[in-house]
T-cell receptor, first 112, second 113 residues
Framework: KAGVTQTPRYLIKTRGQQVTLSCSPI?????VSWYQQTPGQGLQFLFE???????NKGNFPGRFSGRQFSNSRSEMNVSTLELGDSALYLC???????????FGSGTRLTVV | AQRVTQPEKLLSVFKGAPVELKCNYS??????LFWYVQYSRQRLQLLLR??SRESIKGFTADLNKGETSFHLKKPFAQEEDSAMYYC???????????????FGKGTKLSVKP
């Protein structure tokens, strides 16, 4: 079966712009979580969606937002990009969220 | 505060030697703990869940609530075990989901021939 698919793989954006990242979970998975990975802070939880509802949220500013569609696909948006937003953004999916998560390969965002 | 600490950034052992990757956590409640592994140029993948008490690729991990630890162990390391290992804690108090994982900074295991 297909794994978790994240698009695009790489992005370069300018400070002040906004960006949208996409995640297609494994078929049937209803829980989608997003993480930011940086060399300094490591892996940090952004938010989790389940059946189109945000169920959990990490400690990130409001510039970071997300949503989930009825087919469980999810998008995250970052507005007014800052240099510090440069990171690998990982998406992970699970059936219900009560078992282990399967991760995607990530989208590497570079803000210049 | 909920926190996961992996004290070693890098652990280097020889093939056939025992390996122990340390993980300590801070959590007020009943924790759900996991080990994730990332091999070179591969995705992050689940290795172990404490709740299932299983052994995967020869690795085991026991939850010690008294010492708030969840160390990963393998009696005889293999070269193919070389990877980045992350210990993670599930913040189940947020609605029962395990989707909000708190990760340690990771330990890079290098197994030398």
């Amino acid at each position: 079966k297909a794994g978790v698919t994240q698009t695009p793989r790489y992005l370069i954006k300018t400070r002040g712009q906004q960006v949208t990242l996409s995640c297609s979970p494994i078929s049937g998975h209803r829980s989608v979580s997003w993480y930011q990975q940086t060399p300094g802070q490591g892996l940090q939880f952004l938010f989790e969606y389940f059946s189109e509802t945000q169920r959990n949220k990490g400690n990130f500013p409001g510039r970071f937002s997300g949503r989930q569609f009825s087919n469980s696909r999810s998008e995250m948006n970052v507005s007014t990009l800052e240099l510090g937003d440069s990171a690998l953004y990982l998406c992970a999916s699970s059936w219900t969220g009560s078992e282990g998560y399967t991760f995607g390969s990530g989208t590497r965002l570079t803000v210049v | 505060a909920q926190r996961v600490t992996q004290p070693e950034k890098l652990l280097s052992v020889f093939k056939g030697a025992p390996v122990e990757l340390k993980c300590n956590y801070s959590y007020s409640g009943s924790p759900e703990l996991f080990w994730y592994v990332q091999y070179s140029r591969q995705r992050l993948q689940l290795l172990l869940r404490h709740i299932s008490r299983e052994s995967i690729k020869g690795f085991t991990a026991d939850l010690n609530k008294g010492e708030t630890s969840f160390h990963l162990k393998k009696p005889f390391a293999q070269e193919e075990d070389s990877a980045m290992y992350y210990c993670a804690l599930s913040g189940r108090n947020y609605g029962g989901s395990q989707g909000n994982l708190i990760f340690g900074k990771g330990t890079k295991l290098s197994v030398k021939p």
